[in-house]
């Protein structure tokens, strides 16, 4: 195999990245791709094992709070992440419906569905193999009550194929007298974070412009001026002091990239807030379901509910309420003294240590209760496993950012903050703009789409790696799976 280290693009430069999360990972996988050296230093034992990641915001049609402009750049970042981790990624759509207890009128959706309908066919007019999501003229559609009446009449039992197959299983389930006329069901997808995972490592695993140090806590970072390093990076690693040097310095820690700004003294305002999702199993559940989401207003009891499905009957549930995936003063913002938002030392303990098996049961079971509002036969659903939880950060002072990915406050250093993980090859892409400008790299025509190792990994592999990482984690094992799988359209591997 080519010796990839001694492509001419390069120098000796190496990137080192601290935190081996989505957006650690995909860098580095965007990075060695392009014949670039990266080393990865992960405090944990596995990649990709942070706050949960189960939607693929195609659109941000989950958030009805927030601008076109974030909607149109998620929709972009979503087909790019796609491009890269399509097994990855659950080829279901999302339902989305108003309650009646909620002030929103359904119909407000459609003239932002409209404009990410025109945008998504933009996208596949500049470049076909954006054509990710099916066909444009089919991205959302609107059911009135009729309709959904008409087709919950209809008997189905093959796996659905089309919005109207998906709505004719989500229909009979549904508690129509809860909700508004009309439903939207629209391509926004779902993102298995195992099988993320699985992907991430078994690319850097086989990519030789690659190094990953798992178990390795950074506890230090310090500027230093040689020839081929600009930085020295000091980590713990099974009670052992170790130290690399790296010419160029990707802070990727999540909601404790604060921690390594400090270290550097560089300035920062952020959030980060810690919130969970829930594992139900629904035993009696047979058939298929979209993922459902009920709009509501955040932090009150009527609050969003998410349902997402995994195989064999395992649900994934978010309700915004403070009882279930919110949590009281668990938003918090910097310090004058410090870039790290200072969490609750009782949200570090879940994080880093254990939840008390109480609150899961208790908080699971408001989330089932919650979603039972709508869907009365779910009720039978019980507790399924550990939940998914954990600190996301934001930067700024704006709660209700979606989109951000990186910036540069000093020479040859980036922190990436991204909210959703679509935003990582945004964030690649313009760390590799400031790889060139710096001078680490001095090739400059790198294509936009070139993941040659990362999409030649077979489905086996991914199913076996992504498994294997559930049972270490404590999660059933089906939730390794996805529900609706396809190779979509132009995903084949490029090289
Ligand atoms: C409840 C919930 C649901 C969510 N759902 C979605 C969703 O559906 N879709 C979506 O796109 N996003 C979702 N998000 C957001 C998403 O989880 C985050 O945006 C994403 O995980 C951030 O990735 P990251 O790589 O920046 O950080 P992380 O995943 O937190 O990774 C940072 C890594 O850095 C490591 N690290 C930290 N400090 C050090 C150190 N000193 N030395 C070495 N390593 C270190 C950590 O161990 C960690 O592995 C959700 C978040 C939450 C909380």
């Known amino acids: 195999m080519e010796n990839k280290s001694e492509l001419p693009h390069t120098k000796h430069h190496t990137v080192g990245i601290i935190g081996g999360g989505i957006a650690g990972a995909t860098i580095a996988i965007r990075l060695s ?8 230093l992960e405090k944990g034992k596995s990649l990709v094992n942070g706050p949960p990641i189960c939607h693929l915001h195609a659109g941000g049609n989950l958030y009805r709070e927030i601008d076109d402009k974030q909607c149109f750049t998620l929709l972009k970042e979503s087909i790019s992440l796609l491009q890269l981790y399509p097994k990855a990624v659950d080829y279901r759509p999302t339902l989305i419906a108003i309650p009646t207890v909620d002030s929103g009128d359904p119909m407000d959706l459609e003239p932002r569905l409209e404009k990410l309908q025109g945008e998504y066919q933009r996208l596949i007019t500049e470049n076909p193999k954006n054509n990710v999501l099916g066909n444009p003229e089919n991205y959302y559609k609107f059911y009135d009550r009729k309709e959904v009446q008409y087709l919950a009449s209809i008997p189905i039992s093959h796996p659905p194929e089309n919005l109207d197959e998906w709505m004719m299983y989500a229909s009979k389930k549904l508690d129509l007298e809860r909700l508004k006329f009309p439903l939207v069901m629209v391509e926004e997808y779902g993102l298995n974070i195992f099988r993320l995972a699985a992907t991430a490592s078994i690319s850097l695993e086989k990519n030789s412009n690659s190094t990953v140090i798992t178990s390795a806590n950074v506890q230090n ?14 980590y713990k690693q099974q009670g052992e002091n170790k130290q690399t040097s790296v010419s160029f310095l990707i802070n990727a820690c999540g909601f404790k990239t604060g921690t390594i700004d400090d270290m550097l003294a560089v300035k920062r305002n952020r959030m980060v807030e810690f919130k969970a999702a829930y594992i139900s199993k629904w035993p009696d559940f047979k058939g298929f379901l979209p993922e459902i989401i009920f709009h509501g207003t955040r932090g009150t009891k009527n609050g969003m509910g998410q349902l997402t499905p995994y195989p064999q009957g395992y649900f994934q549930i978010h309700g915004m309420t403070t009882e279930i995936t919110l949590f009281k003063d668990g938003l918090v913002p910097t310090t004058t003294h410090s870039a790290q938002p200072l969490l609750d030392p009782e949200f570090i303990r879940k994080i880093e240590d254990q939840w008390d098996s109480e609150e899961i049961s208790d908080r699971t079971h408001k989330s089932i209760a919650h979603i039972t509002q709508f869907i009365p036969d779910f009720k039978t659903a019980t507790l399924g496993g550990i939940p998914l939880f954990g600190a996301q950060q934001i930067p700024g002072d704006d709660p209700d950012l979606r989109t ?45 789409i070139a993941y040659p190792i990362t999409l030649d990994i077979s489905e086996n592999k991914i199913q076996e790696k992504a498994t294997a990482l559930c049972k270490e984690r404590n999660y059933p094992a089906p939730m390794a799976s ?3 799988q396809k190779t979509p359209i132009n995903c084949t591997p490029i090289s």
Request: net charge negative.
């Open 404 to 448: 951000a990915n990186v910036t540069f406050s000093k020479k040859n250093y980036a922190c990436c903050e991204i909210v959703k993980a679509s935003s990582t090859l945004t964030a690649a892409n313009a760390i590799l703009d400031k790889l060139i400008e710096e001078g680490h790299v001095t090739r400059k025509d790198f294509p936009e």
């Open 221 to 234: 970072v310090i500027a230093i001026d040689t020839p081929d390093a600009n930085w020295e990076i000091h």
């Open 482 to 484: 996805i529900v609706n």
């Open 33 to 40: 791709e392009l014949g670039i050296k990266v080393v990865v």
